[in-house]
């Protein structure tokens, strides 16, 4: 996919009230964990001095605490610490949902596709139980996926390598070099954010191999982003816009940032929201254009 117009990117962090960075910037960091100053600066645009006004900020209100050379996410005394994986799959749950209901009307019988460790594509595999396929290998470095899948037309390969078990995820040099052999019909998947300067991208170096690999051995890819991620961008990424040929996002997205995409050539879904209406009906997406009354006036950037 070219992107030869002068599009500018989505929603340049730099241009975000402090406000509006800090909610975001609180929301990457209690995703990924921790944070360092360095990192925050080139994702938001800003300077390391800006950087540091608003973890202190952020500390004083309590949400994180502050470490040497950058920030670490908190969680109650009582309670036990969570996993990231398990912070991540309790954000956006509904947009997800919709997301991942609208994405299975992509997947052909007899294909090959491969799902990442996001926990979007957790939720796309858990449309398999209910859905209407035959022969469906279905490839994954999701131990979620694995234990989670509950499908007997989908035969189940699953990636060798190292196992992050704060992640969920099977990565390293043996899943990479696996991936790199095989030949997929759709690739699906997700990332920390999206911009059409940066593509969709992650701050976890083995995340970002697997989607180049996996974007690199798929006939087709299909981005699964939630509309909170649109304008964001992480230190990695694990695929530009080019090597993107379909994104499906909740009708949460702001319209400016949706009518960027499709300029900039982008082939964009907006799947409609999950009610009980909806969900008997099982009617097909609609594109929300701008101006559409089913979509909200927010920030590009929206927390969760």
Not at 178 to 192: C, D, E, P, Q, V
Not at 204 to 230: N, Y
């Amino acid at each position: 996919m070219s992107n030869d117009s002068a599009s500018p990117a989505i929603a340049r962090p730099a241009a975000l009230a402090p406000s509006l960075r800090r909610r975001n910037m609180l929301r990457q960091i209690e995703m990924e964990g921790t944070a360092s100053v360095g990192d925050l600066a080139r994702a938001y645009g800003v300077s390391t001095v800006t950087i540091h006004r608003d973890l202190e900020a952020l500390a004083e209100e309590g949400a994180v605490e502050r470490v040497r050379g950058g920030v670490r996410s908190l969680t109650a005394p009582s309670e036990a610490p969570q996993r990231d994986f398990e912070v991540r799959l309790q954000r956006s749950d509904d947009a997800k949902r919709a997301i991942a209901a609208c994405a299975i009307r992509l997947v052909q019988d007899q294909a090959t596709i491969f799902l990442d460790s996001s926990t979007t594509c957790l939720a796309l595999a858990r449309e398999f139980a209910s859905a209407d396929h035959s022969q469906i290998t279905l490839v994954t470095n999701s131990p979620a996926i694995v234990s989670g899948l509950n499908a007997r037309s989908v035969h189940l390969i699953v990636t060798p390598g190292e196992v992050d078990q704060n992640m969920a995820l099977i990565g390293g040099r043996w899943t990479v070099e696996f991936l790199s052999g095989l030949n997929l019909t759709t690739a699906f998947i997700s990332g920390a954010g999206l911009t059409l300067e940066h593509g969709l991208t992650t701050a976890q170096r083995p995340i970002a191999d697997v989607l180049r690999t996996a974007t690199a051995q798929a006939q087709e890819t299909v981005a699964l982003v939630d509309s909170s991620k649109f304008g964001i961008h992480s230190l990695l990424t694990g695929a530009p816009v080019q090597a993107i040929d379909h994104v499906i996002v909740d009708d949460a997205i702001d319209p400016i940032v949706l009518a960027d995409l499709r300029d900039a050539g982008m082939q964009v879904t907006v799947a409609p929201p999950l009610t009980p209406r909806a969900e008997a009906t099982a009617g097909d997406p609609e594109p929300v254009q701008p101006g559409d009354g089913r979509t909200r006036d927010a920030s590009p950037i929206s927390g969760t």
